[in-house]
């Protein structure tokens, strides 16, 4: 046996990399990224090439590792030269993030440090650090100081959080759920409707609220609703509005939604996922202040604060509920026991075992300041006013004023069923360029092409580059018709 472990330990030391070759793999992946920022305007920000994934499927698990040269050439060709690049200026699609370059920083530290911010016994400076955060963007909506609150993986493990804490704290079990009455629209994002699903809440009545024309909750219809459920008997008990809808980016006339879920004792919960962090903007901030009078509230920090994927927030303002759907303790644990006046991240979350996600946003608000990510928000609000303001004079239809940074745009005609194909044709075209990524929605079934200005990176050159696109574009279909 002492052989055997003699052989073993010369194997699996190997895990534990040299000095010499931990600095040479460093000075690779550092070069490796500086390439990749250094080339990032010449890269396309889409690319279809399916050819070069064979590289990375022939890439088999083998008892003997390759040279990290050889694996960063795989993943040159097979990850970083293929579909959507949501680090560059020109995506425009979906609702984008970033990535500043300190949140890497914060990763490198955590994965090679790796501590653990589940529990406060474990590292107290993790979790103190985590909550800092937290504590910041409580304060910036409104919260007060005995909120929780806690860094996800993203908005759908937020949602999760906040609808369970919701659901738990009404006392809502399989005998009472199919009395139980939930409000939303049909612009609120799928995570919240997955939510439900996975919290068994999807027994309850889910009522679509009507819409005015600018694709907002119609609080006089929500009213009705209400009313019509509880001479029906029946329990009146979610709200769930929108501060940035993914479509629209339109936010929900939240002061009257929240005047209506007190009124009625329902849970107010707001998905600011996108719209959340404007609230530091001089614009927007009045407008958002009523994101303090809703129950729970969902933030993407890899979103408004760009930082990398995998970032979201939720935020619950009463913390007793938040700890009564996610606390528990194992024997194992008994260690961790204590009367601690910190909150356990661990203890108001699904998740036990989690990153370190919080040195990521903690190093890059320390480090670069409020100030920047202030103005950058600010500029992509002017951005997608900008751009809203010129495509008009082009000759396109646009949808409605952009109340964040989203905008809709379209070739307008005479037969809607040809405008659809149309506009299809010219998205088509448009990614072909490989400068611009943006994607598509269908509203009341028209298709709309459709913007969204959110990477840090995006400035006024590239909206210009965009409307010189869609000019050169609609030339040739007043010329001919359609889009070539």
Not at 58 to 82: M, N, P, W, Y
Request: net charge negative; glycine share 8%; charged share 20%.
């Amino acid at each position: 046996m002492r052989k055997e472990l003699e052989y073993l330990e010369s194997v699996s030391r190997r895990l534990d990399m040299p000095a010499d070759d931990r600095i040479a793999s460093l000075q690779s992946i550092i070069g490796y990224g500086e390439e990749f920022l250094k080339e990032i305007d010449d890269i396309p920000v889409y690319q279809e090439s399916p050819e070069s994934l064979e590289t990375l499927q022939g890439c088999d698990f083998e008892d003997d590792g390759k040279s990290l040269d050889q694996l960063l050439a795989i993943l040159r060709q097979a990850v970083d030269s293929t579909g959507i690049n949501p680090a560059a200026a020109g995506h425009l699609g979906y609702v984008p993030g970033g990535g500043v370059f300190p949140s890497a920083l914060g990763d490198y530290l955590a994965a090679v440090t790796n501590r653990y911010a589940g529990i406060y016994y474990a590292n107290p400076g993790a979790v103190i650090l985590e909550n800092l955060c937290v504590q910041w963007m409580a304060k910036i909506i409104g919260y007060p100081e005995q909120h929780a609150g806690n860094l996800s993986s993203g908005g759908s493990i937020a949602t999760l959080t906040a609808l369970t804490a919701a659901r738990d704290w009404h006392e809502i079990k399989p005998e009472n759920v199919r009395n139980q009455v939930i409000y939303l629209t049909t612009q609120t994002h799928h995570c919240v409707l997955k939510a439900l699903r996975i919290a068994a809440l999807d027994y309850s009545h889910v009522r679509m609220v009507e819409m005015n024309t600018a694709y907002q909750m119609d609080p006089e219809d929500l009213n009705r609703k209400i009313e019509i459920d509880k001479r029906a008997g029946l329990n009146p008990f979610l709200i769930v509005a929108s501060a940035g809808s993914t479509d629209l980016g339109i936010i929900d006339p939240l002061d009257e939604i929240a005047s209506i879920a007190k009124r009625e004792g329902c849970w107010f919960h707001i998905d600011a996922a996108y719209g959340g962090f404007f609230v530091l903007t001089d614009e927007l901030s009045g407008l958002l202040s009523a994101l303090a009078k809703s129950d729970s509230v969902v933030l993407d920090p890899h979103k408004g604060l760009f930082l990398s994927y995998g970032t979201g927030a939720v935020l619950i303002k009463n913390r007793a509920a938040a700890i009564k759907s996610h606390y528990y303790r194992a024997n194992y644990m008994q260690d961790a026991e204590g009367d601690f006046e910190v909150l356990n991240p661990a203890d108001i979350s699904p998740e036990l075992t989690k990153h370190f996600r919080g040195l990521r946003m903690w190093l890059s608000l320390q480090l670069l300041g409020i100030k920047p990510y202030k103005a950058a928000l600010t500029e992509k609000l002017l951005l997608a006013r900008y751009f809203h303001s010129e495509v008009q004079k082009i000759g396109f239809k646009v949808g409605p004023d952009p109340t964040l940074s989203v905008c809709l745009f379209r070739i307008s005609g005479n037969n809607p069923e040809s405008e659809n194909q149309q506009n299809r044709a010219l998205m088509n075209a448009i990614l072909k360029t490989g400068k611009i990524f943006l994607s598509s929605t269908t509203l009341d079934g028209t298709f709309w092409l459709r913007i969204c200005v959110m990477v840090f990176r995006t400035h006024k050159r590239n909206i210009d580059e965009l409307l010189k696109i869609l000019r050169d574009q609609y030339e040739t279909y007043a010329k001919s018709g359609k889009i070539i």
